[in-house]
């Protein structure tokens, strides 16, 4: 399989069409298998995937350093092609408790040391707040990383769940390549005024949640359960009547991914891809077979008629449940 590309904004990188979403790999869904991650991310490079995203508190630094033992035992022609996108900024206490943000330009060069250093790396190709510092007006922020990029620190500038209104201001400071966002067949509040505005200013999306961390995947039963450690134990669309109403549109999306011979996290991925050139998104595969079921969505080619049947299965707004619990809905600029 040759992998297609696609470029991140006007000023950003080019980069696989799909990327791969590290998170999941450092205990955020539950238990993940060390080896079994650096061989998925080992699996990503060899396909031709090239852009590699996580955060530095994903695992406190646990998947950073996770992805630099997978960059530095893969050979180095993929090495050499990798890319890696870091959100920054969160606080967390020692038992996984969510503080708030630090996006002050001081803290903002402190959090990008920390990060090159786990990472193994001379410079950090994507760097963004992982959310709005409400403390902290975006262009400081943005002003931060821009002389980080002057020192080469860092290759280019991207956003994280802000509105439109953020988008612009931070625009208005220094070039921004991407913006990162939960954007998915059941999470489409995006399209609204955020794409609109991502598109006239020229930046890309780099979508996350593209299965909507496995509800829309096809492989959520009715009344499973998840650990504790895993923050779907916690999420609005995975309790109760929500996720019972939500399978629903799953077996909705299931009968159109049959009739296409296709799975249904391949057919929900490759509606994504559908929605536009300058969105790439993120799959969270922590194992080399779901890597391999999201890679196919790379062959599904939907023409009008299948889109049509998807939308009318899915509806926007269809979902139960917001996509966060309530304090996190609260930090999210983007949902304003």
């Not at 990383?145 to 439109?164: F, P």
């Not at 080399?288 to 939907?302: C, W």
Request: net charge negative; aromatic share 6%.
């Amino acid at each position: 399989m040759t992998m297609r590309t696609r470029n991140l904004g006007t000023t950003g990188p080019q980069v696989s069409a799909l990327g791969l979403g590290c998170m999941g790999m450092s205990g955020m869904y539950g238990e993940a298998d060390r080896a079994e991650s650096i061989a998925t991310i080992h699996a990503a490079l060899e396909a031709g995937v090239t852009l590699l995203d996580t955060g530095d508190f994903y695992g406190m630094g646990h998947n950073e350093l996770l992805i630099a033992e997978a960059l530095r035992t893969a050979p180095a022609a993929l090495r050499e092609n990798a890319l890696t996108s870091v959100k920054f900024g969160a606080h967390r206490a020692p038992d996984g408790e969510w503080l708030g943000y630090d996006a002050r330009p001081a803290a903002v060069k402190t959090w990008a040391a920390y990060s090159l250093q786990r990472l193994g790396v001379d410079h950090i190709d994507v760097y963004r707040p992982a959310r709005l510092d409400p403390n902290v007006p975006i262009e400081e922020t943005v002003g931060a990383i821009a002389e980080l990029v002057e020192k080469g620190y860092v290759r280019h500038i991207g956003l994280s769940e802000v509105g439109a209104e953020t988008i612009r201001r931070a625009a208005a400071t220094a070039p921004i390549a991407d913006l990162q966002i939960e954007y998915a067949l059941i999470s489409r509040g995006p399209e609204r005024e955020i794409l609109p505005t991502l598109r006239e200013l020229g930046i890309s999306v780099t979508a996350y949640g593209v299965l909507s961390r496995g509800l829309i995947s096809g492989h959520v039963t009715p009344g499973q359960g998840f650990a504790a450690n895993d923050f779907r134990a916690h999420t609005p669309r995975f309790q109760g009547d929500n996720l019972q109403h939500n399978l629903t549109l799953v077996e909705s999306l299931r009968k159109i991914a049959e009739q296409k011979g296709v799975s249904v996290a391949q057919i929900a991925i490759a509606w994504v891809l559908s929605r536009g050139e300058d969105i790439v998104p993120l799959v969270g595969a922590k194992t080399r077979e779901r890597l391999g079921e999201a890679l196919g969505a790379l062959d599904v080619t939907l023409d009008a008629a299948d889109l049509a049947a998807i939308e009318a299965a899915v509806p926007a707004d269809a979902a139960a449940g917001e996509r966060y619990a309530p304090a996190q809905m609260a930090m999210l600029d983007s949902e304003r």
